[in-house]
């Protein structure tokens, strides 16, 4: 009976461990598979990010810098990124007054 117990547990522990997070990683990915759209930024599973520019049913078209395009499978998506806005820099001043990089003298 003990061992009948055990078992059971093991079971119950195998599927709350291991079947249902893998279950929802599954559905997470077919949702963003489902959901990817031209102009989205996407990470690929060797890490290279673009921008989808086309979608067809079972490839998109990624472009990874300006003018160049990769027919990826679907399936190379691993996630949507959030396109970086780049911070505009403000000038450092420098202890003259001046902007522009610091000049040291010479000996």
């Not at 119950?12 to 461990?17: D, E, G, K």
């Not at 990010?49 to 998506?77: C, F, N, Q």
């Amino acid at each position: 009976m003990t061992a009948l117990i055990f078992l059971v547990g093991m079971i119950v522990l195998f599927y709350v461990l291991i079947v249902m997070p893998q279950r929802r990683r599954r559905q997470v990915q077919t949702q963003l598979l489902r959901d990817v759209e031209v102009g989205d930024e996407v990470m690929t599973l060797g890490g290279i990010v673009g921008h989808v520019r086309e979608v067809e049913d079972h490839h998109i078209v990624l472009e990874i810098a300006p003018d160049t395009r990769v027919k990826l499978v679907k399936s190379a998506i691993t996630a949507r990124t959030e396109p970086d806005e780049e911070p505009e820099e403000e000038p450092v001043d420098s202890p003259d007054g001046s902007t522009g990089p610091a000049e040291t003298p010479l000996p």
